[in-house]
């Protein structure tokens, strides 16, 4: 599944600064368990190019993350499914239904209320 046609690059900051800063592998947001896995740090301001990190983000580095991949429970009943949110689009797998989808990204919006 993927979802394009927004700008998601708020969801992008907002879960690589929360598990940065707490320093936590996993969290629950409502009724989905979030693993993170990596990101994708880019070498500088104007350069596509940079590297997939399996580690924390440092704090200089989280204003250069392009997307970020996660592991989460909740979208499919007993399986883990694959997330990677980039700035314009969350690609899912396996392949879920679009309403799910939706409403997964709905719940993340609502949980970046606090952080904005």
């Known amino acids: 599944m993927l979802l394009t046609g927004e700008d998601y690059s708020d969801l992008v900051t907002y879960l690589t600064g ?30 596509s190019e940079g590297e997939l990190a399996e580690r924390f983000p440092e704090d ?29 689009s969350i690609e899912i797998n396996p392949d879920i239904d679009r309403k799910v989808a939706v409403d997964f990204v709905d719940v993340l919006d609502r949980s970046t209320f606090r952080y904005f």
């Open 18 to 47: 929360l598990f940065s800063i707490k320093k936590i592998p996993e969290i629950l947001v409502d009724r989905f368990r979030i693993r993170y896995v990596s990101c994708f740090i880019m070498d500088g301001p104007e350069s």
């Open 60 to 88: 200089d580095e989280r204003d250069r993350i392009k997307f970020v991949n996660f592991e989460v429970v909740g979208l499919h009943p007993e399986k883990k499914s694959t997330v990677t949110i980039n700035w314009d």
